[in-house]
């Protein structure tokens, strides 16, 4: 019996089902097997199998995961990979695309490399607080190696090359083997004590794990973290790590790498100091040419002594012409000046004769004014004191008349206005006299 359509799939569906079951499914794993088929392509990609004595698996590792390994993969060597598992989907092919790969055997290795790198970081060996700068130029570069390492021969020929004025001092130390560790330390040691170079490169060729592992050595880190010189490490290939480089002043990638870092480049140097000659010979070159055109400046304002001896005797001649014109003319000024207030001044000189008599008049006349107004006065007061005696009471008493006054001092005037009985005082000419009133007094009684 058929199925139905729905159920129907093709065959690149049911790759792309599986291979999302596959990578879904399944983590990244580590597996132990032994390379076979192994093909290095072209494009950098390897492509091989991993078998053991009962079965086995197509893997594959792209270039960039394989450049970074410390080793080249050969036919039958025992490795340990991981990856994931994934199925390419064009041949329905079952597979492992494999993000690391080491030699078996390696793991425990791995894992002391990482620990060891774990536990120095928390102490603080790895911080850049502790790095030291490389000097720009050294007196003395030294060099930690074995002195039968390609290593030396490479950093010696680059820094003959670069700097060949610098001195290169060796302190000889095996760098690999059970002994290499310790003997390492005392090189380090010994360039510390000795003071003899600036900076000091620990070094050695490429190699596997186990090639390299003296520098990864808890007491070669320790060596290098505590030499009082700046510490490079070139210590294996690009991709090569050692705690050594973890703790070092500086990492270089390389030996060859390391002497470049820690010397001057001759040739770049003596290119600078070229261009700073130009540069300098056209400076040089400007300021002289600068002073020339300056001196002709100069030159061309100098004047001979003689000549500038009759100029100023001209100039003088001239300041002493124009001096006595000046003073010529202001005599001019002053003279004209003085006539003129002089003639002003007689101007306006008086006439003394005539002011007296002018004078003589005035005063005559001012004193007959005054006398007349003398005699207007005293008229005037004669009538005034007239007028004053004819209206003097004590002249009205001298002819017989009496002034009375009530008890309050008050002269009575009116009839009306004093009572029968009362007590007056009778005001005379001389004195004065109580009387008091007998009967009303009458009006007009008295003679007018």
């Given at each position: 019996?058929?199925?139905?359509?729905?159920?129907?799939?093709?065959?690149?569906?049911?790759?792309?089902?599986?291979?999302?079951?596959?990578?879904?499914?399944?983590?990244?794993?580590?597996?132990?097997?032994?390379?076979?088929?192994?093909?290095?392509?072209?494009?950098?990609?390897?492509?091989?199998?991993?078998?053991?004595?009962?079965?086995?698996?197509?893997?594959?590792?792209?270039?960039?995961?394989?450049?970074?390994?410390?080793?080249?993969?050969?036919?039958?060597?025992?490795?340990e990979a991981r990856g994931t598992v994934t199925l390419y989907e064009p041949r329905g092919d079952y597979q492992v695309n494999l993000a690391e790969l080491r030699q078996a055997g390696l793991g425990a290795l791995f894992e002391a490399f990482e620990k060891l790198k774990a536990r120095l970081a928390i102490e603080g060996l790895f911080d850049n607080r502790h790095k030291k700068p490389l000097p720009a130029h050294p007196r003395a570069i030294g060099i930690?190696?074995?002195?039968?390492?390609?290593?030396?021969?490479?950093?010696?020929?680059?820094?003959?090359?670069?700097?060949?004025?610098?001195?290169?001092?060796?302190?000889?130390?095996?760098?690999?083997?059970?002994?290499?560790?310790?003997?390492?330390?005392?090189?380090?040691?010994?360039?510390?004590?000795?003071?003899?170079?600036?900076?000091?490169?620990?070094?050695?060729?490429?190699?596997?794990?186990?090639?390299?592992?003296?520098?990864?050595?808890?007491?070669?880190?320790?060596?290098?973290?505590?030499?009082?010189?700046?510490?490079?490490?070139?210590?294996?290939?690009?991709?090569?790590?050692?705690?050594?480089?973890?703790?070092?002043?500086?990492?270089?990638?390389?030996?060859?790498?390391?002497?470049?870092?820690?010397?001057?480049?001759?040739?770049?140097?003596?290119?600078?100091?070229?261009?700073?000659r130009r540069h300098l010979d056209h400076a040089l070159r400007r300021r002289l040419e600068n002073a020339a055109q300056r001196l002709d400046q100069l030159g061309r304002r100098l004047v001979h002594p003689g000549a500038r001896l009759n100029q100023q005797r001209e100039r003088l001649a001239a300041d002493g012409r124009l001096l006595e014109q000046l003073i010529r003319s202001r005599l001019a000024s002053t003279r004209q000046r003085v006539d003129g207030?002089?003639?002003?001044?007689?101007?306006?000189?008086?006439?003394?004769?005539?002011?007296?008599?002018?004078?003589?008049?005035?005063?005559?006349?001012?004193?007959?004014?005054?006398?007349?107004?003398?005699?207007?006065?005293?008229?005037?007061?004669?009538?005034?004191?007239?007028?004053?005696?004819?209206?003097?009471?004590?002249?009205?008493?001298?002819?017989?008349?009496?002034?009375?006054?009530?008890?309050?001092?008050?002269?009575?005037?009116?009839?009306?206005?004093?009572?029968?009985?009362?007590?007056?005082?009778?005001?005379?000419?001389?004195?004065?006299?109580?009387?008091?009133?007998?009967?009303?007094?009458?009006?007009?009684?008295?003679?007018?």
């Amino acid at each position: 019996m058929p199925f139905p359509d729905a159920n129907v799939i093709s065959v690149s569906e049911l790759n792309r089902l599986a291979r999302d079951l596959l990578e879904s499914g399944l983590p990244a794993l580590w597996i132990s097997g032994e390379i076979s088929n192994l093909t290095l392509a072209a494009s950098g990609h390897a492509y091989f199998s991993l078998k053991d004595e009962r079965a086995q698996i197509r893997a594959v590792m792209f270039r960039n995961r394989l450049s970074q390994l410390g080793f080249v993969p050969k036919e039958g060597m025992r490795v340990e990979a991981r990856g994931t598992v994934t199925l390419y989907e064009p041949r329905g092919d079952y597979q492992v695309n494999l993000a690391e790969l080491r030699q078996a055997g390696l793991g425990a290795l791995f894992e002391a490399f990482e620990k060891l790198k774990a536990r120095l970081a928390i102490e603080g060996l790895f911080d850049n607080r502790h790095k030291k700068p490389l000097p720009a130029h050294p007196r003395a570069i030294g060099i930690v190696t074995s002195p039968r390492a390609a290593a030396l021969r490479d950093v010696v020929t680059t820094l003959r090359r670069r700097a060949p004025g610098i001195p290169l001092i060796l302190y000889p130390a095996q760098v690999q083997g059970e002994a290499a560790p310790a003997q390492i330390v005392a090189a380090i040691e010994a360039a510390g004590a000795r003071q003899e170079v600036d900076v000091l490169i620990v070094c050695r060729g490429g190699g596997s794990i186990e090639d390299l592992w003296s520098f990864n050595d808890e007491r070669v880190a320790r060596a290098v973290f505590a030499c009082p010189l700046p510490v490079v490490s070139g210590v294996g290939h690009e991709t090569d790590f050692t705690i050594c480089d973890f703790v070092a002043d500086l990492r270089a990638p390389t030996p060859t790498a390391a002497a470049e870092l820690t010397s001057p480049d001759r040739a770049a140097m003596l290119a600078r100091l070229a261009e700073l000659r130009r540069h300098l010979d056209h400076a040089l070159r400007r300021r002289l040419e600068n002073a020339a055109q300056r001196l002709d400046q100069l030159g061309r304002r100098l004047v001979h002594p003689g000549a500038r001896l009759n100029q100023q005797r001209e100039r003088l001649a001239a300041d002493g012409r124009l001096l006595e014109q000046l003073i010529r003319s202001r005599l001019a000024s002053t003279r004209q000046r003085v006539d003129g207030l002089g003639e002003r001044l007689r101007r306006a000189s008086p006439d003394l004769p005539r002011r007296a008599e002018r004078l003589a008049r005035d005063a005559a006349a001012l004193t007959r004014a005054r006398n007349g107004l003398l005699d207007t006065h005293r008229q005037r007061l004669a009538r005034l004191a007239d007028q004053l005696a004819a209206l003097n009471p004590a002249a009205v008493l001298a002819r017989g008349y009496a002034i009375v006054e009530t008890a309050d001092g008050h002269a009575a005037t009116d009839p009306a206005q004093l009572a029968q009985n009362e007590r007056v005082t009778l005001r005379l000419a001389h004195g004065s006299v109580d009387a008091r009133i007998s009967h009303p007094p009458r009006q007009h009684e008295l003679p007018l």
